[in-house]
């Protein structure tokens, strides 16, 4: 059923066998499928030079980008502006000393 093909090549025997055989012309289709799947298979990409109307979008979405950028940083912003009114008006006194700290830390906590 199987038949063995010899090849000599430099003094070097290779045996392939009909299996071998099938097994290679199965791997080739394969590719061949493959390759004319994705060759056929491109989409057309159109590219818009830049004109007055794309320039003036891209204006519009740069501006909707920026008030939303500053709309989401509002409250980091406040919360920071608060912590440093805080900061501020705690200067004049000392801090309090809690004694949840450690007595021999390192950091003085």
């Known amino acids: 059923m ?9 003094g070097r025997s290779i045996t392939i066998t ?10 080739v289709v394969t590719g061949l499928l493959f390759w004319t799947a994705l060759y056929f298979s491109r989409k057309r990409v159109v590219v818009l030079k830049r004109s007055p109307g794309t320039e003036q979008l891209t204006f519009e979405l740069s ?17 920071i502006a608060a912590a440093s009114r805080r900061q501020q008006q705690t200067t004049h006194q000392p801090p309090p000393r809690d004694s949840k700290g450690s007595a021999y830390s390192m950091f003085g906590r």
């Open 2 to 10: 199987f038949s063995d093909h010899l090849i000599t090549i430099a």
């Open 18 to 27: 009909s299996h071998d055989m099938l097994m290679i012309f199965v791997s």
């Open 63 to 79: 501006r909707i980008a920026d008030a939303l950028e500053r709309i989401a940083n509002r409250p980091a912003d406040d919360a």
